[in-house]
């Protein structure tokens, strides 16, 4: 091989990315690429069902099916909320009660 060739192929592997860092890149960015075309086809199909029906607000129908497929912690989350709605419970309770038990008598 002459020496201009090895020159001209070693200028054209220079300006190639690495592929492995590309590789890395897609692999990264598989998940959210995923859960990007759910959540379009999850609108898409909501609105097409939507106008098919022709509901009279049927944009309705494409929030709802976005918000249906946001991400959630499952258990922790559903006990954080038991518990916050067990706390909101008893504080209004024990407001209801401080109320009746209080009144001083005239």
């Known amino acids: 091989m002459s020496v201009a060739r090895l020159e001209l192929s ?3 592997n220079a300006n190639r990315p690495d592929t492995a860092r590309i590789v890395h890149a ?7 690429l995923l859960f990007g075309l759910r959540l379009w086809t999850a609108v898409c199909l909501a609105l097409y ?3 098919w029906l022709q509901l ?3 944009y309705w ?3 709802s099916a976005a918000i249906v ?4 912690l ?5 006990k954080g909320w038991f518990s916050h ?3 909101s419970g008893r504080r209004c309770r024990d407001h209801d009660t401080d109320g009746v038990f209080s009144a001083t008598a005239g």
């Open 26 to 32: 897609l692999r990264s960015a598989a998940p959210a």
């Open 10 to 12: 070693a200028r054209s």
């Open 85 to 87: 709605g067990r706390h």
């Open 49 to 51: 069902t939507a106008f």
């Open 69 to 72: 497929c946001q991400p959630s």
């Open 56 to 58: 009279d607000n049927a």
């Open 61 to 63: 129908a494409g929030t």
């Open 74 to 78: 499952g258990a922790s989350l559903r």
